[in-house]
């Protein structure tokens, strides 16, 4: 089985990135600027934004935190966005979710200025992105194309199953695969007998949320296995450590490719945030 590394595809678009990041500065005398919002002390959220900081740095991004308490009113939230909106050293925008159950996540992103969102979120980007005119798509299930690509993994003709449904990651995701012209069918928690499914797939996409959802006997064998799940299970075997929506060490022998967690698809989503805000700081200077 090909172990489909995100952290080694994450690595060497980095290093294609930084000197992008350089030769942008040298020719405009600009550093692209990323925003970075946390509200609340979840601890997976605050593993995520440091890291999303930590690679700021690595690539010559300039980075500016905002880390707000549990008690932030959905106005306060609104009114830090609107001051990032208009700061001139500021290219993107991450509001880092979920967001608190009191502050509706549409309210945030429908004032976030849709040049500064390196996410793809608002409303505007989706539609670019879905109408085939995308300014900016959404992270993470771009960089599961990019691992596909990287990897040289065919698509064009195959039948991918996307395991989700979510704005972040299922939708987009299946969007992408039909773009690269696989037949693509989407299942979600509401599915019956969702392994039927899934076993008659090529490539399936796991985004379900659900900790070592699925195993071997869910795929046909020769599948390729993209797992966007990530968890830190408090019991059982994986006690402390993370794990993905599938349970890996099955796939041994049976898939021809998958990715791992961790080391699969996250490392590619804080990549392509990186790019995503690149993006944005030319798009301003245009
Ligand atoms: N929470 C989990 N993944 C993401 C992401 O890609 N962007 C944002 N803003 N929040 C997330």
């Known amino acids: 089985m090909l172990r489909l590394d995100g952290t080694l595809v994450a690595k060497t678009r980095r290093e294609r990135l930084s000197a992008e990041i350089q030769e942008f500065h040298k020719k405009t005398g600009i550093a692209p600027g990323l925003a970075v919002v946390l509200v609340g002390d979840d601890p997976a959220s605050q593993v995520y934004v ?3 900081i930590k690679t700021c740095e690595q690539v010559g991004i300039k980075s500016f935190a905002s880390f707000l308490p549990a008690a932030t009113t959905e106005e306060q939230l609104l ?4 001051e990032l909106n208009q700061d001139k050293n500021v290219h993107g925008i991450l509001v880092q979710l979920p967001l608190p159950k009191h502050i509706h ?4 992103l429908d004032v976030l200025d849709p040049r500064k969102d390196p996410d793809g979120l608002t409303a505007a980007n989706l539609g670019l992105f879905w109408s085939g005119r ?3 798509a959404p992270c993470t299930p771009t960089g599961v194309m990019k691992i596909l690509e990287h990897f040289k993994i065919p698509i064009a003709g195959k039948r991918a199953v996307v395991v989700g449904r979510s704005n972040i990651v299922g939708r987009p995701m299946a969007h992408h695969l039909t773009n690269a012209n696989a037949t693509v069918t989407v299942v979600h928690s509401k599915t019956p007998d969702v ?3 899934t076993r008659d797939a090529d490539i399936v996409v796991v985004a379900a949320g659900k900790e070592r959802f699925l195993g071997k006997l ?3 064998k020769g599948v390729v296995v993209i797992d966007v799940g990530m ?3 408090q019991t059982g075997s994986f006690a402390g450590k993370l794990c993905g929506d599938v349970r890996y060490e099955e796939l041994e022998g049976w898939a021809i490719a998958a990715t791992p967690v961790p080391g699969g698809v996250g490392p590619m989503t ?6 995503n805000t690149l993006q944005l700081a030319k798009l301003a200077n245009s």
């Open 50 to 52: 440091k890291n999303k």
């Open 195 to 197: 392994s039927s499914i």
């Open 218 to 220: 869910d795929f046909k």
């Open 105 to 108: 996540e549409e309210k945030i």
């Open 134 to 136: 995308t300014r900016v």
């Open 79 to 82: 009114s830090k966005v609107r």
């Open 270 to 275: 804080i990549q392509m945030l990186m790019e």
């Open 231 to 233: 968890h830190r299970p």
